[in-house]
């Protein structure tokens, strides 16, 4: 649940998105972090940039269960801290060099991050089973009104369009846009999968429109 003194989860990723060994830039409302997952599927979530040089983290790559940066090669373990400088082998990085961290969850099939400390757990996705992922150029309220329904505090909104029922998670993005994570419900044949997929794609073309010209009709 959202709190400004708790925290709370931003749906970042589908899960099937991260496989083992990759690492991928995830967008919060805050900004831009490194979302990596190592060789034996542990997630972690940092702050993109290697406190050597700036580079993006995002940009590096993952070996076994360690995350180093593209630039000089600089790796760093789920916890943060620097393990490895390669251009002195024979150093312990100190504890003082590590990233930002972010308490991470990998639950039905979606990552969440936290931003501060949340409450409780991510919400339950009550039935349904993710689909795709995709981001509109337009803001939650946009999109409620497109849909003909609210989203909840955690950003869920369920609605039902053509007969088939649909659960949004929304994530604010930077500059105004929103993540959209489309979910079905579990068990969905191919066809409503890619009934649902166009249907979203609709839904997100209303609200793009709707946002330009100032207003959902």
């Known amino acids: 649940m959202r709190s400004d003194t708790t925290g709370f989860w931003t749906p970042v990723a589908l899960s099937a998105d991260l496989p083992a060994g990759t690492v991928i830039p995830a967008r919060m409302a805050a900004g831009t972090i490194a979302l990596w997952r190592s060789q034996t599927g542990h997630i972690a979530a940092s702050a993109d940039r290697c406190p050597h040089r700036g580079m993006s983290l995002s940009h590096g790559f993952v070996r076994g269960e360690v995350l180093s940066c593209i630039y000089h090669g ?85 609605t039902n369009i053509a007969g088939q029922d649909l659960c949004l998670l929304l994530a604010d993005q930077p500059e105004g846009r929103t993540l959209i994570h489309v979910l079905v419900r579990s068990g969905s044949d191919a066809a409503a999968r890619i009934a649902a997929s166009r249907s979203v794609e609709r839904l997100r073309r209303m609200a793009e429109s709707a946002s330009h010209k100032g207003g959902v009709q």
């Not at 349904?128 to 150029?137: I, K, Q």
């Not at 803001?139 to 909104?157: C, K, N, V, W």
């Open 74 to 158: 600089w790796s760093y373990g789920r916890a943060g801290n620097c393990l490895r400088i390669p251009a002195h082998p024979g150093l312990t990085p100190p504890d003082a060099i590590r990233v930002v961290t972010h308490d991470v969850r990998d639950t039905g099939g979606i990552v969440w991050v936290a931003s501060g400390i949340p409450a409780g757990d991510p919400p339950d996705l009550d039935g349904f089973t993710p689909l795709r992922s995709l981001t509109a150029d337009a803001d939650r309220a946009a999109l409620a009104l497109a849909a003909g329904a609210q989203a909840d505090e955690d950003g869920r909104l369920v």
